[in-house]
C-alpha cells in the first residue's frame, strides 16, 4: 500500500491556529484543514500574512490539505443560497490563494422530487464546480442519506470538479457498510474525513477514537486503495474529552495499518 497522505483537522486540536500547527506536525502529519469561518478568514488574512502563513507551513513541511466552509443551513436551503453560494466561491478563491485544492462543505439533504426546489441541487454544483474550475479547486461535499441520487446528481455535472468528502460516521449512523458506502463513489471520491462509531443496542451512534469503532479502517483502506484514489485521508474528532489527544493517536493507528 502507498505511504497515505495524512492530515488533521485544526480545529479538533482546541487551541489557537499557531500552536495547533505545532502540535499537527508533531503527531506527524502532513497537512492540516483549516476552518475558513472559524479559524482562518479570507477577509482578515492580507497578502503579507498568507506569505508568512504558507512560509510557517513549508517550515513544518505542512501543507493545507482543505479548507472547511461550515454552514448554518443546508447547502441547498432556499434560505439566503445566494449568499451561501457567494461564501463557498469566495473560499475556493481563498484556497487558490493558499495553494489549496479542496474545499469542504457538509451538504445536508437534497429536496424532494415533489418540492419546488428539486432542480436547485444541479444548478447550484455546476455553478460552483464551474467556478471550482477556473480556480483550479474542487468542492467535495460531504452527503446525506440520498446515496443513489446524489451519485446521480453529481453525475450530471460538467461544468467543473465536484467529488465527494467520505466520511465514515454518518454511514455507520444509518446502519450502513462504509466499505461498500465508499466503494459507490469511486472515482467521485475526492477527501476522506478519518472518524469512528459505533451503536448501541437501539442503533444509536457515537463518535469514538479511531479504530475503537465499526469501521473495519484495514479493509476501508484497501477499498480505498483499489479506487486508486490519491487525495487526502484527514484525521477530525469532534466529541469526546481529548479531542488533541485522539486525533494524534489516530494518526499513530492509520499509520500502523500501513505498516501491517
Known sequence: M???????????LSRPLKPSLVLAA??????????????????ELSATGRRELLHRLEEMRLSIAALDLPLRR????????????AALKQAMDFASLLRCR?????????PRENEATKDTPLAVLSDLAGHGNHVGVTLAVGPGGETATLLDLLRQVSSGPVGINFDPVPVVSAGRSPLEAVAGWGTLLSYVTVRDATRDADGLATEVPVG?????????????????????????????????GDA??????????ELG
Open 2 to 12: 502507498r505511504p497515505l497522505p495524512l492530515a488533521i483537522a485544526t480545529r479538533c
Open 26 to 43: 508533531q503527531f506527524g502529519a502532513a497537512g492540516v484543514q483549516l476552518d475558513c469561518r472559524n479559524e482562518l478568514k479570507a477577509d
Open 74 to 85: 443546508g447547502l441547498f436551503d432556499p434560505e439566503r443560497l445566494d449568499a451561501r453560494i
Open 102 to 110: 479542496v474545499v469542504t462543505v457538509r451538504m445536508g439533504r437534497l
Open 212 to 244: 475503537r469503532g465499526e469501521v473495519a479502517w484495514q479493509e476501508l483502506l484497501a477499498v480505498i486503495y483499489e479506487l486508486d484514489y490519491r487525495g487526502w485521508f484527514c484525521v477530525d474528532r469532534t466529541q469526546g474529552d481529548d479531542r488533541a
Open 248 to 257: 494524534g493517536r489516530a494518526i499513530q493507528y492509520i499509520r500502523s495499518l
